[in-house]
RNA sequence: CGGAGAGUAGUAUAAUGGUAGUAUAUAUGCUUUGGGAGCAUACGGUCCGAGUUCGAUUCUCGGCUCUCCGACCA
């Protein structure tokens, strides 16, 4: 991608009372931009990042059998009678119809929609386990939005559910579900500071599970065992003070960002709408459900959060919006920036069949902006490897990791070497 | 939902009951290219409504919006 061509442009200056890091440098850097308080259009650089965040998701997703749907975000009120929620879920956006009297709601979580969906398709012991999810925009009327991503109106949200013949069943897919999530925040590089927190069950289990990340930004209390890199949410601290694992009574208080959060439904939804199966007895059973959901969206203002320093982001390789910031000094120089953006951007693309994407590249190929200015916009972008060609260079190239202070220069066979491991 | 603060060019800021200033961005020209370059010229602004006043961006009231704190939150 050539710079020069960038639908955005960077901003010097925070946008006026913006606090949260992470808006402050997304909205800088131009991966955002917010129409109202918590709503946010997402710019190529940062449609570029949510979509290997989806990816991630949904690798690991598929990894553990889920099949990829997409529910309507426009929903009748009638599904919300059936279980309660049209009066109750305070976070329910809902409306009326300008040419009849039909009220709707716009889906902040799909349990409704998803439950009667699946009495079409769930009949007998053999129809189970089933597991689908959706990646979609919901919407949720939250009291107050705040910190940027961190918690919106409309955001991104990774939603699967599973089906099962029993509670057995539910425990054992449960934990499979747990090490995807793991899998997800670790790929994501925010696995050294997110931890497995128990949390509040509601009516039906003991716990849930959130994956909580570290940071001063976070709304939620968190009290952590180091041992075993778990932690437990204030909200259920009177009952339980000790780590749920080892018994350890020394935890830390820290604040987290609930990036996560895995819940046994059991009945509560299957039998409102009735969804029920015959056994191999041809007994009728109610179908036991479970509901796991990751906020994309606040994932990436997570991310972040975790990944900055006074200059802008520090994006993981994985998520970075590209792999290679390729920075051009001087015009004398152009033709020789030019050839290796090519190189880069091409490699491996043709030869002897193999398919290989090619390097991605963000080519600051900008005639006009100053060399402070691009060394500026490259770490406040935060991609994570730096080349420079310059007078200075010669026949080499400068590379620089975000993450590191210092810069060495390698000739194109090393620099291809470095980039493709 | 309770409380607090704030709305002035694209962005960030200053000032004023009487012609709204600066920086940056943008446009043009020339110079410049290793850490947000220089000179010149140009373009561009007081959230909405009502009230007070000869006159309101400024004062008063109402509304809307944003941010923060708290409460709430599958």
Known sequence: MLQSQLFTKTKKEAPKGEEAVNAQLLIRAGFIDKLIAGVYTFLPLGMRVMKKIENIIRE?????????????????????????????YDALFRFTSHY???EYALGPTHEEIISPLAKNFILSYKDLPVYVFQ???????EKRVKSGLLRGREFFMKDLYSFHADEKDLDEYYEKAKQAYFNVFNRAGIGDSTFLTFASGGSFSKYSHEFQTLSEAGEDKIYVCEKCRVAVNKEIIEEQSVCPECGNKNLKEEKGIEVGNIFKLKTKYSTPFNLKYKDEKGVEKEVVMGCYGIGLSRLMGSIVEVGH???????????APFKVHLICLGEKNKAKCDKLY???????RSTEGRQKAGIEVLYDDRKEASAGEKFADAD?????YRLVISEKTGGKVEIKKRNEGKARLVDEGELLNLLIN
């Not at 406040?380 to 994570?384: A, K, V």
Request: net charge negative; glycine share 12%; aromatic share 8%.
């Open 309 to 319: 320093d006074e200059k802008g982001i520090i994006w993981p390789e994985s998520v």
């Open 380 to 384: 406040l972008i935060g991609i994570p």
């Open 135 to 141: 990646i979609q925009n919901k919407f949720r009327d």
């Open 100 to 102: 009849s009297e039909n």
């Open 60 to 88: 690991e997703m598929v990894n553990i059998g889920g099949q990829e749907i997409l529910m309507p975000v426009l929903q009748p009120k009638l599904n919300w009678e059936t279980t309660g929620r049209w009066g109750t």
């Open 342 to 348: 090519k190189t880069l951007s091409t490699y491996g």
